[in-house]
């Protein structure tokens, strides 16, 4: 596995694995914040592709954040094997319910509380053994 | 829920497990070989296409299905796609990660459904 030659810094791709989960985090919520403003534009023809979306601001904010969180995955993508990185991803399903309860007022139902704790369990499972492979290095 | 719109849900899934597939080859072809190379451009080439794919699919889903319908098969990509990289990629494919992407894609599937 090809996990030796990191760039340190900046470009360490576990910073930047941080990086591209918290972009995702972001443009979700502002994406969602821009649908909710531009729900109740009703030109029904167009609709269903979501371009009303367009109108509002957070959908613009969150579309750098996009790019932002493709390009860091890719870079990613390079130094970390898929079947760590990917599962790691997978934090955004914490984060995004997590963060639309705290700042969207959202409610989180009991079952999705155990959801939450389930992939929180599985990330520390993926996450421990790299933890203790880097600290050797 | 007809035949068709679970092969699209079926074909969906495909198509996002074989984009971060190429996607995966094309980062390890680039540090090895550049990114002028055939064996970067092409995988690149072809991810961004499958994902491209995916992403249309996924919307035209979501007309007509719940999120909560939708997200479970996207849960179910966790441990498509750490065995995928098993065998297509050859990583190595430790007991801790299978028991940690099986334990992340149930825990989707929790959030998911309410």
Same mark, same amino acid.
């Given at each position: +596995? #090809? +996990?030796?030659?990191? #760039?340190?810094?900046?470009?360490?791709?576990?910073?930047?694995?941080?990086?591209?989960?918290?972009?995702?985090?972001?443009?979700?919520?502002?994406?969602?914040? *821009?649908?909710?403003?531009?729900?109740?534009?009703?030109?029904a023809?167009?609709a269903?592709?979501?371009?009303s *979306?367009?109108?509002?601001?957070? =959908?613009?904010?969150?579309?750098?954040?996009?790019?932002?969180?493709?390009?860091?995955?890719?870079? =990613?993508?390079?130094?970390? #094997?898929?079947?760590?990185?990917?599962?790691?991803?997978?934090v955004?399903?914490?984060?995004?319910?997590?963060?639309?309860?705290?700042?969207?007022?959202?409610?989180?139902?009991?079952?999705?509380?155990c *959801?939450?704790?389930?992939v929180?369990? *599985?990330?520390?499972?993926?996450?421990?053994?790299?933890?203790?492979?880097?600290?050797?290095? | 829920?007809?035949?068709?719109?679970?092969?699209?849900?079926?074909?969906?899934?495909?198509s996002? &497990?074989?984009?971060?597939?190429?996607?995966?080859?094309?980062?390890?072809? @680039?540090?090895?070989?550049?990114?002028? @190379?055939?064996?970067? &451009? &092409?995988?690149?080439?072809?991810? &961004?296409?499958?994902l491209?794919?995916?992403?249309?699919?996924?919307?035209?889903?979501?007309?007509?299905?719940?999120? @909560?319908?939708?997200?479970?098969?996207?849960?179910?990509?966790?441990?498509?796609?750490?065995?995928?990289?098993?065998?297509?990629?050859r990583?190595?494919?430790?007991?801790?990660?299978?028991?940690?992407?099986?334990?992340?894609?149930?825990?989707?599937?929790?959030?998911?459904?309410?």
């Amino acid at each position: +596995m #090809p +996990m030796q030659n990191k #760039p340190s810094g900046f470009g360490n791709p576990w910073f930047q694995l941080a990086l591209s989960v918290a972009f995702v985090t972001a443009y979700e919520l502002l994406l969602k914040l *821009g649908a909710t403003e531009t729900a109740h534009i009703a030109d029904a023809r167009w609709a269903w592709t979501g371009i009303s *979306g367009l109108a509002s601001l957070y =959908v613009w904010l969150g579309i750098p954040l996009i790019i932002l969180s493709l390009l860091t995955w890719l870079h =990613v993508l390079r130094y970390i #094997p898929l079947s760590i990185a990917f599962p790691l991803s997978q934090v955004v399903h914490v984060l995004v319910p997590l963060c639309s309860w705290l700042f969207l007022g959202e409610l989180i139902t009991s079952l999705r509380w155990c *959801g939450i704790a389930l992939v929180s369990l *599985g990330l520390a499972i993926v996450a421990k053994p790299v933890a203790r492979l880097e600290e050797r290095l | 829920m007809t035949p068709l719109s679970l092969l699209l849900v079926f074909i969906a899934l495909t198509s996002f &497990v074989a984009g971060q597939l190429l996607l995966k080859k094309a980062m390890d072809a @680039s540090n090895a070989e550049g990114f002028r @190379s055939r064996k970067f &451009v &092409v995988p690149f080439s072809a991810g &961004v296409f499958f994902l491209t794919v995916q992403f249309f699919l996924n919307l035209g889903l979501l007309q007509r299905y719940d999120l @909560s319908f939708i997200y479970p098969f996207q849960g179910l990509s966790v441990i498509i796609i750490s065995i995928a990289a098993a065998i297509v990629l050859r990583e190595k494919l430790t007991p801790q990660l299978v028991v940690g992407a099986v334990l992340i894609s149930v825990g989707i599937i929790l959030v998911s459904l309410t």
